[in-house]
């Protein structure tokens, strides 16, 4: 299995669910603000809030949620470390077990879960956006938002595309990757075994590869936007315009409910 279809973020699925008709704007704002009541969140009943209203989005993509679980497996020695960094360097409240050297307090296993939590909650997040956001439609709403910058001379449609093409081109690169790594491997190279120092010299082979290969497929794509006219933002006209409906205010209601029940659970 290629490294791209681990890598669910930057990969959109095309469905006509709720979440999916969503002007790109408020869903672009929703995570914005969704992001931060994550880092604002305490205890275990505001994860938990969070928990289920990350799980309702899941639901309302109407995507298989073995598919966002694919897409976790990338992070999960990430969030192991971060448990067992947790476990063992924290300290504070009562001393739950002690063994030789190794101590774990009530603090370090309260900071391990909420640690662990905002990590998945943090990818999941960016996850749902990504699957139910075209790349086109991802780039006109951070354009759109970002558009009173336009007034301070910001290139707002060049940022917003060259976002848009980043989140675009993550699952091309990791197929890259991957069949890079495959073919260094069918001509003898051990990326697995070995000493760590001679491991870490044969990524060369890999990575020089690779960047030879990003900087010829950002070539092609400047050669084909430029044979198609492209010349910027300034004086470009929208084949679609985005307008906010009632799904829209649902869910800015939504996230009003989620923030009252923040601050006062």
């Known amino acids: 299995m290629s490294l791209s279809q681990y890598m ?9 669910s709720f979440l999916h008709r969503l002007d790109p704007r408020s869903k672009l704002i ?26 309702s ?3 309302l993509s109407r995507i298989p949620f073995s598919y966002y679980f694919k897409g976790l497996l990338p992070i999960f020695w990430m969030i192991i470390l971060t448990i067992i960094l947790h476990l063992s360097m924290t300290k504070g409240g009562n001393l739950l077990f002690q063994w030789h050297w190794l101590t774990i307090y009530e603090e370090g296993v309260k900071q391990a879960i909420y640690i662990s939590i905002r990590l998945l909650l943090l990818v999941l997040t960016a996850t749902i956006l990504t699957l139910t956001t075209s790349p086109i439609d991802l780039t006109m709403g951070l354009e759109r938002l ?37 073919a260094q491997t069918a001509r003898g190279a051990n990326f ?10 044969n990524m060369v082979a890999i990575i020089i590869p ?5 900087f010829k497929r950002a070539d092609e ?10 010349r910027g933002g300034k004086g470009r006209t929208r084949l679609r315009v985005s307008v906010f409906t009632w799904r829209d205010l649902l869910l800015m209601f ?5 923030f009252i029940l923040m601050i006062t659970v």
Request: avoid cysteine; charged fraction near 15%; aromatic fraction near 14%.
């Open 8 to 16: 669910i973020i930057g990969q959109f699925i095309p469905n006509q």
């Open 30 to 55: 929703f995570t914005f603000l969704f992001i931060i009541l994550v880092f604002l969140a305490k205890d275990l009943t505001s994860y938990f809030v969070l928990i289920l209203t990350i799980l």
């Open 57 to 59: 989005g899941v639901i």
């Open 146 to 182: 970002m558009y009173p910058f336009t007034f301070l001379k910001v290139p707002v449609h060049e940022l917003a595309l060259m976002m848009s093409i980043s989140l675009r081109f993550i699952p091309t690169l990791l197929d890259e990757t991957d069949k890079i790594i495959k």
């Open 192 to 201: 697995e075994s070995g000493p760590i120092h001679k491991r870490v010299r």
């Open 210 to 214: 690779l960047f030879i290969s990003a």
């Open 221 to 230: 794509l400047a050669i084909a936007m430029e044979a198609r006219g492209y």
């Open 254 to 258: 939504i996230f009003l409910l989620l």
